[in-house]
T-cell receptor, first 113, second 112 residues
Framework: GAGVSQTPSNKVTEKGKYVELRCDPISGHTALYWYRQSLGQGPEFLIYFQGTGAADDSGLPNDRFFAVRPEGSVSTLKIQRTERGDSAVYLC???????????FGPGTRLTVL | GQQLNQSPQSMFIQEGEDVSMNCTSSSIFNTWLWYKQDPGEGPVLLIALYKAGELTSNGRLTAQFGITRKDSFLNISASIPSDVGIYFCAGSYGGSQGNLIFGKGTKLSVKP
């Protein structure tokens, strides 16, 4: 079956602009996670959804970052007033919820000029 | 953010060699996972461990959940060229939910 998909695969924007990153989880997976990966590092947790609600948003670095999952499937990560330090690969993962096996998408590479 | 101590940072392999890497944490985890990431792609799940002392295999890969619940290791037997890539360990405090905490990765390369 289809895995986790993320769009766009690459996004280049200018400092101060607003961006939206989209994640389509594996069908039927109730849990959805966003991570951010900088060069040479492991992924770092941002936010986790169980269904439509954010169960844990403790990893969001500041209030410029926001994510939604209005129908409990697709999720959008929104970044306002982007800064150069936001440049990274943004990874989405989903899990069926019975065990914590998380399956990752290919990521969106965000570059803020 | 918090990260696990993963070692070695990098290693060179020759085809046919066995490879071993490990991960340690100052905290107790309920779940340990091992992932492999190729350039430009997302991490791919290799093995998941749920109980202290558990030893699990997936083909040529074997991983163990340390009995202290603060460490895990991954072994690759009889390595092949397609084993090159970056291997990440990840731990979770939550039994069935919750975010993963990742190590910095072990980069496997082929000996020149």
């Amino acid at each position: 079956g289809a895995g986790v998909s993320q769009t766009p695969s690459n996004k280049v924007t200018e400092k101060g602009k607003y961006v939206e990153l989209r994640c389509d989880p594996i069908s039927g997976h109730t849990a959805l996670y966003w991570y951010r990966q900088s060069l040479g590092q492991g992924p770092e947790f941002l936010i986790y959804f169980q269904g439509t609600g954010a169960a844990d948003d403790s990893g969001l670095p500041n209030d410029r970052f926001f994510a939604v999952r209005p129908e409990g499937s697709v999720s959008t990560l929104k970044i306002q007033r982007t800064e150069r330090g936001d440049s990274a690969v943004y990874l989405c993962a989903s899990s069926p919820g019975t065990h914590n096996e998380q399956f990752f998408g290919p990521g969106t590479r965000l570059t803020v000029l | 953010g918090q990260q696990l101590n993963q070692s070695p940072q990098s290693m060179f392999i020759q085809e046919g060699e066995d490879v071993s890497m490990n991960c340690t944490s100052s905290s107790i985890f309920n779940t340990w996972l091992w992932y492999k990431q190729d350039p430009g792609e997302g991490p791919v799940l290799l093995i998941a461990l749920y109980k202290a002392g558990e030893l699990t295999s997936n083909g040529r890969l074997t991983a163990q959940f340390g009995i202290t619940r603060k460490d895990s290791f991954l072994n690759i037997s009889a390595s092949i060229p397609s084993d090159v890539g970056i291997y990440f360990c990840a731990g979770s405090y939550g039994g069935s939910q919750g975010n993963l905490i990742f190590g910095k990765g072990t980069k496997l390369s082929v000996k020149p």
